[in-house]
């Protein structure tokens, strides 16, 4: 029993590291579900992305939008990531810029903590932010610690466009993708 115990600890420990604070949530098909339908519609994404007509080069940095809230653009958002890390070379970086509503963390379970927001304030650096996560090769960059008050502000500040340009320049080894809010 002590043993067990212990090892219960060690686990939490393990998974506190990872980011994590439980289960993963049901939605990420491409986890828990690889072989669903849901999951062979983002494999099919993941190609189309990967294998652009014409020869031309895949993008390495991708944002996610919709017009109106709810359309699944974190469901969406965050199966690719998982697709991507599971099936390609590159490390992935999920981004959540949706800083009125984040839902990253819902969706890997992890507490809030730093990251968009207060690398828009001027408050921290891209790299102090980035959290691991259970899934081998994905990365996330939080929202935010704690909602600011002008979310858009920020969004459309002269910082939002340079850390797109930091984000690119985290070098090949790196897919970003950025999930927004609703236009
Ligand atoms: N293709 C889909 N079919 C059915 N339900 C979906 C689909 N995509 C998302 N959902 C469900 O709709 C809800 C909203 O999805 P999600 O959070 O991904 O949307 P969103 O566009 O990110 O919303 P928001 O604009 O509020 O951030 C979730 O409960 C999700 O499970
Ligand atoms: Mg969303």
């Given amino acids: 029993m002590q043993i067990l115990k212990a090892f219960e600890k060690q686990e939490r420990e393990q998974a506190t590291q990872a980011g994590a604070l439980g289960p993963l949530d049901d939605h990420l098909y491409m986890y828990h579900m690889p072989y669903s339908y849901t999951a062979e519609q983002i494999r099919k994404l993941r190609t189309h992305i990967f294998h652009l007509p014409d020869g031309r080069p895949a993008p390495r940095v991708i944002m996610v939008t919709s017009a109106l809230p709810g359309e699944g653009k974190t469901l969406i958002a965050s199966n ?16 959540d810029c949706d800083l009125r509503k984040p839902s990253l963390n819902d969706v890997f379970k ?21 959290i691991s996560t259970p899934i081998d090769k994905l990365a996330i960059l939080p929202a935010a610690r704690e909602n600011p008050a002008n979310p858009s502000e920020l969004l459309e500040s002269k910082r939002a466009a340079a850390l797109v ?7 090949e080894d790196w897919f970003i993708i950025i999930d927004t809010p609703p236009l």
């Fill in 110 to 130: 992890f507490s809030r903590s730093k990251g968009v927001s207060e690398i828009l304030q001027g408050r921290a650096e891209i790299a102090e932010c980035i």
């Fill in 165 to 171: 340009k930091d984000l690119a320049a985290l070098g």
């Fill in 80 to 95: 690719l990531a998982v697709a991507i890390a599971k099936g390609e070379d590159q490390r992935v970086l999920l981004v």
